[in-house]
C-alpha cells in the first residue's frame, strides 16, 4: 500500500518556467512533509519540509503547499534552472513516536536549457 | 559530500549468496538509517539504530540483518538473496533519533546491488 504518491513518473519543463510537483498522501495521520532532490549516483539530499499547521513554506525558488483535507502537496519551483534537473522525492512522517519517513517513488524532473 | 560513507559503491552477486553493506555515519551522528530503493518502488525504510540499539523497524525481510558497532558505524547482512533484492541500498545518518527532523538527516551516496 503506497502511503505517499507521486503519480507522475517524470515532468520536462523550459528554463525560467514553473516546475509544478505533485504529491498525494493517505495517512491522515501523517503531520509533517519533506521534498528531497537525488542526483544521478548521489544519496538524497533535503529540499524544503512543510508541518501540518502550515499551509505553505518558501525558501528562495522553492515553495511547497500543503492541502490537508485533499491530502495533497505541491512543490513549486520558480524560476526553473537547468540545475534542477534530478529525482525528486516527496516524503512524510506521523507523529512523534511514529518515525518512520515514508517516501514517494519519485519523480524525474529534466529542465531544458 | 554528505559526510556519510557507503561501501562498497557496486556489488554483483549470485542468488543465494549472502553480502554485507557498510555505512559510516558522519562523524558525532547516532542515528543510522537503512533505505532500499528498487526499481517500482521508493525509497522503503527499513531499519534505523540509535547509539548501537535498534531503534525502529520498517519493511525488513527476516532474511534482512543490521547491527551498530560501538564506533557507530552500521552494516547490512542480506542473505540468501534473490533476483527481487536487487537495489540501491542507501544509509541515511542524524545525530537525533528522530529522522523526520529534515536537515539533520544526511544520505550516503548508495550501495548498488545487483543480484544475478
Known amino acids: 500500500d503506497q502511503q505517499v504518491k507521486q503519480n507522475s513518473p517524470s515532468l520536462s519543463v523550459q528554463e525560467g518556467r514553473i516546475s509544478i510537483l505533485n504529491c498525494d498522501y493517505t495517512?491522515?495521520?501523517?503531520?509533517?512533509f519533506l521534498w528531497y532532490k537525488k542526483y544521478p549516483a548521489e544519496g538524497p539530499t533535503f529540499l524544503i519540509s512543510?508541518?501540518?499547521?502550515?499551509d505553505k513554506n518558501e525558501d528562495g525558488r522553492f515553495t511547497v503547499f500543503l492541502n490537508k483535507s485533499a491530502k495533497h502537496l505541491s512543490l513549486h519551483i520558480v524560476p526553473s534552472q537547468p540545475g534542477d534537473s534530478a529525482v525528486y522525492f516527496c516524503?512524510?512522517?506521523?507523529?512523534?513516536?511514529?518515525?518512520?519517513?515514508?517516501f514517494g517513488k519519485g519523480m524525474k524532473l529534466t529542465v531544458n536549457p | 559530500d554528505s559526510g556519510v560513507t557507503q561501501t562498497p559503491k557496486h556489488l554483483i552477486t549470485a542468488t543465494g549468496q549472502r553480502v554485507t553493506l557498510r555505512c559510516s555515519p558522519r562523524?558525532?551522528?547516532?542515528?543510522v538509517y537503512w533505505y532500499q530503493q528498487s526499481l517500482d518502488q521508493g525509497l522503503q525504510f527499513l531499519i534505523q539504530?540509535?547509539?548501537?540499539?535498534?531503534?525502529a523497524k520498517g519493511n525488513i525481510l527476516e532474511r534482512f540483518s543490521a547491527q551498530q558497532f560501538p564506533d557507530l558505524h552500521s552494516e547490512l547482512n542480506l542473505s540468501s538473496l534473490e533476483l527481487g533484492d536487487s537495489a540501491l541500498y542507501f544509509c541515511?545518518?542524524?545525530?537525533?533519533?528522530?529522522?523526520?527532523?529534515?536537515?539533520?538527516?544526511?544520505f550516503g551516496q548508495g550501495t548498488r546491488l545487483t543480484v544475478v
Open positions: 495517512n491522515s495521520m501523517f503531520d509533517y
Open positions: 562523524s558525532g551522528d547516532l542515528s
Open positions: 516524503a512524510a512522517v506521523g507523529a512523534r513516536g511514529s518515525e518512520k519517513l515514508v
Open positions: 539504530y540509535y547509539n548501537g540499539e535498534e531503534r
Open positions: 541515511a545518518s542524524s545525530a537525533r533519533q528522530e529522522i523526520w527532523l529534515d536537515t539533520e538527516a544526511f
Open positions: 512543510i508541518s501540518s499547521i502550515k
